[in-house]
């Protein structure tokens, strides 16, 4: 059996491509040097994958920012306002990417959603009724023919035809189904160019399929591959996807005139049972995913192998491949110098999963593949009990009843309570929670963990910065302030150090979007709160002021969303040991005087099954009282915040309205606050703060532009369930930003109250 990926991670394994980006923005460094970067990350990981034994090489599968994005401007869907700024064409792919604000113009980001069920986020295309859908960009055949010139013949990955169309935000009276016969010419057009270069696969990447579909969406995607397939120019065009499995529509694909059909045999519940039931196509090549390409752990041979051994019966030739691409995971266990050996056995990044597929392929090849070395050592490992086991805590979420999920009194009654307690005025105003992390934070946060610096002198660094922060917020106006967290790397990993059954990785950078990457915790063993996490700064925050500081913590299921989990308990049991830890900190607070306190649940949608038929027993039905768990037990005059970003919220929003926050602010502004019609149309209770700007973009938007915000909100939501906030957590900005906006923010709500008086 050949052995393939679906692309590999681009950020570099030191996180290159995000410095020099951040140097290219900053005017540090020019595009010459940028592009230089980038080629050095594309041919090492090019190298490594060849030296791996690897035998189907992806290109296309870097990118700048985001592949999605990629697409569009290789396609000519690129919104006039940001070709109209006379930029040059790196400088335009970041405007739409970022924003930007300068003395070419003023314009807003492209909107920005999760790529499915992951935590990696895409630029959401934007087509008008005016777009052309054709070939313009040249990006898939530069990087083709920079790999060729290496030796190494590779197979180009784009988005599909039919997910780049479902992914596209539609600004007119058109939908998708105008735009068939320009975006099939355009493919055709792809498929000729790569077979004029020698290609011999070409990947188009379809997880689209994997979602629920209509007998629309079926006749979408047929009618566009019956128009791209009769083009292939005698290039193989391999339909790859991920994240689930075709049950929807595995006969139309099988039907149509594909050369290869890539599955997802860890995610795709169905995909076996599809190929049993069905077949598999004669003279077509089935691209096996079996390597888990979104989680850490080893592969375990066994299991795979008896995967394989099916498929086998109904395909006689197999590629083996990852479940998706390898994007998803950090780059090489190579730069863990910390992790103890006991710990990293366990796992396998990127690098590590290439040589997970070439021993895959070793045994399996092999006359007597049990008794091979590779499986051996595999099996030993799977059979060796790990450590972290914690009966207590296995006891108690054993004895969680229906009403330990439930708080009283009920919303409307504690929503009179908490209006009389707090008596805030009309827009009250606030942050999502975090401050810039500015490089005096950063550089203390480092001599901390090194050992030059003591922890008293950190600790009275971090008090210093909180008091700054909240005569900053005194002096800016806001209504309820937050302490900055100062203290706080990431707002998962924080908290996961502070609980047992967790383990920290030092180098496990994963790309969030664009140049922010995230280092997720690992859950190593059952979850508890091994000390108070939050409560000694938040009640020296509050000293400083006598309006309402609000106690910031991370909500259980997106702690666990935002690690990589365990695989051999359920994510419920996981979810709920997370929520007894936090619910633990939450009275902590209360205690203490906190009496807000805002529990973030910005990945609640993220491990949504994509299929609606598992939204309830495989997700909500677990989640949702997770999250209400955390709070149930605090006191009416206590006002419970939580935070969502960057998911589309209206096909679960009455759930939302379930968790029982008191306050709920949403991502909205690259959307255009769209969330306000889905909340007016299912009389959403909770208060709300829709985001007013954008925070992952550096421009500063005025105070016009806020107020006008703000009166869109107010035609559709009751003004007195309104607050006025960014749309998350102000990290990743500099000051020179934040104090501006945050400025022009106050002010626009003031006006927007005296106004509605």
């Given at each position: 059996?050949?052995?393939?990926?679906?692309?590999?991670?681009?950020?570099?394994?030191?996180?290159?491509?995000?410095?020099?980006?951040?140097?290219?923005?900053?005017?540090?460094?020019?595009?010459?040097?940028?592009?230089?970067?980038?080629?050095?990350?594309?041919?090492?990981?090019?190298?490594?994958?060849?030296?791996?034994?690897?035998?189907?090489?992806?290109?296309?599968?870097?990118?700048?920012?985001?592949?999605?994005?990629?697409?569009?401007?290789?396609?000519?869907?690129?919104?006039?306002?940001?070709?109209?700024?006379?930029?040059?064409?790196?400088?335009?792919?970041?405007?739409?990417?970022?924003?930007?604000?300068?003395?070419?113009?003023?314009?807003?980001?492209?909107?920005?959603?999760?790529?499915?069920?992951?935590?990696?986020?895409?630029?959401?295309?934007?087509?008008?009724?005016?777009?052309?859908?054709?070939?313009?960009?040249?990006?898939?055949?530069?990087?083709?023919?920079?790999?060729?010139?290496?030796?190494?013949?590779?197979?180009?990955?784009?988005?599909?035809?039919?997910?780049?169309?479902?992914?596209?935000?539609?600004?007119?009276?058109?939908?998708?189904?105008?735009?068939?016969?320009?975006?099939?010419?355009?493919?055709?057009?792809?498929?000729?160019?790569?077979?004029?270069?020698?290609?011999?696969?070409?990947?188009?990447?379809?997880?689209?399929?994997?979602?629920?579909?209509?007998?629309?969406?079926?006749?979408?995607?047929?009618?566009?591959?019956?128009?791209?397939?009769?083009?292939?120019?005698?290039?193989?065009?391999?339909?790859?996807?991920?994240?689930?499995?075709?049950?929807?529509?595995?006969?139309?694909?099988?039907?149509?005139?594909?050369?290869?059909?890539?599955?997802?045999?860890?995610?795709?519940k169905k995909a076996l049972e599809l190929v049993k039931s069905n077949g598999f196509p004669v003279g077509k090549t089935l691209f096996a995913g079996v390597v888990n390409g979104k989680n850490i752990w080893r592969n375990h041979y066994a299991a795979t192998l008896n995967i394989l051994g099916e498929l086998k019966k109904y395909a006689s030739d197999i590629v083996l491949s990852t479940s998706c691409s390898l994007l998803h995971v950090p780059c090489t266990l190579a730069n863990e110098t910390k992790l103890?050996?006991?710990?990293?056995?366990?796992?396998?990044?990127?690098?590590?999963?290439?040589?997970?597929?070439?021993?895959?392929?070793?045994?399996?090849?092999?006359?007597?593949?049990?008794?091979?070395?590779?499986?051996?050592?595999?099996?030993?490992?799977?059979?060796?009990?790990?450590?972290?086991?914690?009966?207590?805590?296995?006891?108690?979420?054993?004895?969680?009843?229906?009403?330990?999920?439930?708080?009283?009194?009920?919303?409307?009654?504690?929503?009179?309570?908490?209006?009389?307690?707090?008596?805030?005025?009309?827009?009250?105003?606030?942050?999502?929670?975090?401050?810039?992390?500015?490089?005096?934070?950063?550089?203390?946060?480092?001599?901390?963990?090194?050992?030059?610096?003591?922890?008293?002198?950190?600790?009275?660094?971090?008090?210093?910065?909180?008091?700054?922060?909240?005569?900053?917020?005194?002096?800016?106006?806001?209504?309820?302030?937050?302490?900055?967290?100062?203290?706080?790397?990431?707002?998962?990993?924080?908290?996961?150090?502070?609980?047992?059954?967790?383990?920290?990785?030092?180098?496990?950078?994963?790309?969030?979007?664009?140049?922010?990457?995230?280092?997720?915790?690992?859950?190593?063993?059952?979850?508890?709160?091994?000390k108070p996490m939050t409560v000694r700064w938040s009640v020296y925050a509050q000293s400083l002021t006598k309006k309402p500081m609000k106690g910031m913590l991370t909500g259980p299921v997106t702690i666990l969303n935002w690690s990589f989990p365990r695989e051999d308990i359920s994510l419920k049991e996981s979810a709920l040991q997370i929520a007894l830890a936090i619910r633990e900190e939450v009275l902590d607070l209360e205690a203490n005087g906190i009496r807000i306190i805002q529990v973030d649940e910005a990945a609640l949608r993220e491990k949504l099954p994509l299929r609606k038929s598992d939204w309830r027993e495989d997700y909500l039905d677990w989640a949702i009282p997770a999250f209400r768990y955390v709070h149930s037990g605090v006191k009416p005059e206590?006002?419970?915040?939580?935070?969502?970003?960057?998911?589309?919220?209206?096909?679960?929003?009455?759930?939302?309205?379930?968790?029982?926050?008191?306050?709920?602010?949403?991502?909205?502004?690259?959307?255009?606050?769209?969330?306000?019609?889905?909340?007016?149309?299912?009389?959403?209770?909770?208060?709300?703060?829709?985001?007013?700007?954008?925070?992952?973009?550096?421009?500063?938007?005025?105070?016009?532009?806020?107020?006008?915000?703000?009166?869109?909100?107010?035609?559709?939501?009751?003004?007195?369930?309104?607050?006025?906030?960014?749309?998350?957590?102000?990290?990743?900005?500099?000051?020179?930003?934040?104090?501006?906006?945050?400025?022009?923010?106050?002010?626009?709500?003031?006006?927007?109250?005296?106004?509605?008086?």
């Amino acid at each position: 059996m050949n052995t393939t990926i679906i692309g590999y991670p681009r950020i570099g394994d030191l996180r290159e491509l995000k410095f020099a980006s951040e140097k290219y923005f900053r005017g540090e460094i020019s595009a010459a040097e940028l592009e230089n970067t980038a080629k050095t990350i594309r041919r090492y990981d090019l190298e490594l994958q060849k030296n791996s034994g690897i035998d189907i090489i992806p290109s296309n599968d870097f990118s700048f920012y985001d592949g999605v994005l990629d697409t569009a401007f290789l396609l000519n869907a690129v919104p006039e306002r940001y070709t109209a700024l006379g930029l040059s064409k790196l400088d335009t792919y970041f405007a739409a990417a970022r924003g930007y604000q300068g003395d070419k113009g003023d314009v807003k980001a492209l909107a920005m959603k999760k790529w499915y069920n992951t935590n990696y986020h895409y630029m959401v295309p934007e087509i008008d009724d005016a777009a052309e859908i054709r070939l313009t960009g040249t990006k898939p055949f530069d990087l083709f023919s920079e790999a060729l010139e290496s030796g190494i013949k590779t197979k180009p990955v784009i988005i599909g035809a039919y997910t780049f169309l479902k992914l596209a935000r539609y600004k007119g009276n058109k939908t998708a189904a105008d735009f068939v016969n320009d975006t099939a010419a355009a493919y055709s057009e792809i498929l000729k160019k790569f077979s004029g270069l020698g290609a011999e696969w070409v990947q188009f990447d379809e997880p689209s399929l994997v979602k629920d579909m209509t007998a629309d969406d079926i006749a979408l995607f047929t009618s566009l591959y019956e128009k791209i397939l009769p083009n292939k120019s005698g290039v193989k065009v391999l339909a790859q996807t991920y994240f689930g499995d075709v049950r929807d529509c595995y006969k139309q694909l099988c039907a149509l005139d594909f050369d290869g059909i890539g599955l997802d045999f860890v995610e795709g519940k169905k995909a076996l049972e599809l190929v049993k039931s069905n077949g598999f196509p004669v003279g077509k090549t089935l691209f096996a995913g079996v390597v888990n390409g979104k989680n850490i752990w080893r592969n375990h041979y066994a299991a795979t192998l008896n995967i394989l051994g099916e498929l086998k019966k109904y395909a006689s030739d197999i590629v083996l491949s990852t479940s998706c691409s390898l994007l998803h995971v950090p780059c090489t266990l190579a730069n863990e110098t910390k992790l103890d050996d006991s710990y990293k056995k366990h796992f396998a990044y990127a690098a590590e999963k290439l040589t997970e597929l070439a021993e895959i392929r070793k045994i399996i090849s092999s006359d007597s593949p049990l008794d091979t070395a590779e499986y051996i050592r595999n099996q030993e490992l799977h059979n060796t009990p790990r450590s972290g086991r914690n009966d207590a805590v296995r006891a108690k979420v054993a004895k969680l009843t229906a009403k330990d999920f439930v708080r009283v009194p009920d919303f409307a009654e504690r929503e009179k309570i908490q209006k009389k307690c707090f008596d805030l005025p009309l827009f009250p105003t606030t942050t999502i929670g975090s401050f810039p992390q500015t490089a005096d934070v950063k550089a203390a946060r480092k001599a901390f963990r090194s050992n030059e610096l003591s922890a008293a002198d950190y600790e009275s660094f971090i008090e210093k910065k909180i008091a700054e922060c909240v005569a900053l917020q005194e002096e800016i106006g806001l209504d309820v302030l937050v302490h900055g967290e100062f203290e706080r790397n990431d707002m998962v990993e924080y908290f996961g150090e502070c609980l047992d059954g967790y383990i920290f990785t030092e180098k496990a950078w994963v790309q969030s979007y664009g140049t922010r990457c995230v280092k997720p915790p690992v859950v190593w063993g059952d979850i508890s709160r091994a000390k108070p996490m939050t409560v000694r700064w938040s009640v020296y925050a509050q000293s400083l002021t006598k309006k309402p500081m609000k106690g910031m913590l991370t909500g259980p299921v997106t702690i666990l969303n935002w690690s990589f989990p365990r695989e051999d308990i359920s994510l419920k049991e996981s979810a709920l040991q997370i929520a007894l830890a936090i619910r633990e900190e939450v009275l902590d607070l209360e205690a203490n005087g906190i009496r807000i306190i805002q529990v973030d649940e910005a990945a609640l949608r993220e491990k949504l099954p994509l299929r609606k038929s598992d939204w309830r027993e495989d997700y909500l039905d677990w989640a949702i009282p997770a999250f209400r768990y955390v709070h149930s037990g605090v006191k009416p005059e206590t006002q419970i915040h939580t935070h969502m970003c960057y998911s589309e919220f209206a096909d679960i929003i009455r759930d939302i309205d379930d968790m029982d926050a008191d306050v709920i602010t949403f991502e909205a502004s690259r959307s255009d606050l769209t969330i306000l019609d889905v909340l007016k149309e299912n009389n959403f209770r909770t208060e709300v703060g829709p985001g007013v700007y954008d925070i992952h973009s550096p421009r500063v938007p005025s105070k016009e532009e806020i107020k006008a915000a703000i009166s869109k909100m107010k035609e559709r939501i009751p003004a007195e369930k309104l607050w006025v906030n960014p749309d998350c957590g102000l990290k990743t900005r500099g000051n020179a930003e934040t104090v501006p906006s945050l400025k022009n923010l106050v002010n626009a709500a003031i006006e927007a109250r005296n106004e509605n008086c």
